[in-house]
């Protein structure tokens, strides 16, 4: 790391803090030098700490509040510290104004990355909406790491650093109610706790990457890590969009458990779909949307889920198995648009990309199958943003948005866009 002139790592300094920035920060400056400044607020004068220097900028904790932002609330959590876990940015934030540092990340990254005016984002009156439930006990998967002495904990900010905790104050109350930071762990790298919506809890070992289902006497999933695991992998119930889902435990759904129905309803509501009409679930993971949109368009429509995890394929394959009409694709979307493993002309496309976004080549190609409208499903803005300038110089325009906070008390925002075609 190259470093600033005039900062120096671990030095304090007082200044004052700017706006909100991605990440979980806000930006300050010295002597025209940029900083990232955690655990502050705008327009809070603070004594901050630097952490990191770098070329260009330098990051910070604010370690003194010397003028408090009236936005600023005592955080619940003790570990939610400078120093101490890095999983909630913002639990110093009052709930609601972590709504409107989200709505202004996302309309920052709009303007800058996806090249919309203020009157264009004024128009879509973005705005971050919360989930029920509040901001506390609502994670419903929880990976803990584990330190080299056994103890079960949570990561620092930008380290590898086990923070040793007794309790994690946003984990669903059946997380926090396991055995699991009480304990020893000798064996273990990870320890991954799950409370499905359907009731399961369950919680797995693992150890070079490879899981073991754990049962912990005084626990819901109940032998030791030295005794014989339960026989094949770990299985959860969700309940979403009016249906059960059976998946691996360690396989992707969303943490939130407000949040899979949530998004469907936002999905539907953006895209309208019709009966008869024909629709691709792109990065369709277990087929949460497909399955919706199938009811909607009908048992003569045809469906088709693009998956290339195989985990997820093979969850689609089983839980969609009595809707005859919806096709389970094993691709890379990328490669099933470019040869033709799927074909147009269809009508609606949601797109629902892991955090790097669908890139460029997917919307041109998903613009090519001519859809009279898509769906995009985000949970990175700046992702979201780039590919809303490449929607837009293709002639499609953002015609709404939704911001949805499924995850509370940190930086992280979903969002849902509809995207139509040039007026025809």
Known sequence: MEQRPGLEEAERVELTVDAVAPG??????????????????PGERVVAEVTELHRGFARADAVEIVEASPDRVAPPCPYARPGGCGGCDLQHVAPAAQLDWKTAVVREQLSRLGGLTDAEIDALRVTVAPLPGGPLGWRSRVRYAVDATGRAGLLKHRSHEVV????????????????VLGRNWPAADAVATVASTGGDVVVTALADGTPTPVDLPDGPAATDPGGSPPA???????????????????????????????????????????????????????????????????????????????????????????????????????????????????????????RTGAGAAVVRDTIAATPRAVAYVA??????????????????RLAALRGLDLFPMTQHVELVGLFLPPAR
């Open 24 to 41: 979980g920060h806000c930006v300050a400056r010295v002597d025209g030098q940029v900083v990232f400044v955690r655990h502050a607020l």
């Open 379 to 396: 949970c990175d803005p700046a992702a979201f943003a780039r590919d809303v300038r490449t929607f837009g110089r293709a002639g499609w």
């Open 164 to 179: 040793p905790i007794d309790r994690c104050l946003i984990a669903h109350p059946a997380i926090q109610a396991l055995p």
């Open 232 to 354: 094949g992998p770990a299985t959860v119930r969700e309940v979403a969009a009016g249906r059960d889902w059976t998946l691996p435990a360690g396989g992707f759904w969303q943490v939130h458990p407000a949040a899979a129905d949530t998004l469907v309803d936002a999905v539907l509501d953006l895209l309208d779909p019709r009966p008869g009409e024909s629709v691709w679930d792109l990065y369709g993971g277990a087929g949460l949307f497909a399955a919706a949109l199938a009811a909607r368009v009908g048992p003569d429509a045809r469906v088709t889920v693009v998956e290339s995890a195989a985990e997820g394929v093979a969850a689609a394959r089983r839980n969609l198995a009595d809707l005859s009409r919806v096709e389970v694709v094993a691709a890379r979307v990328e490669t099933a648009l470019a040869r033709r493993r799927i074909t147009g002309p269809v009508d609606l496309v949601v797109l629902d990309p892991p």
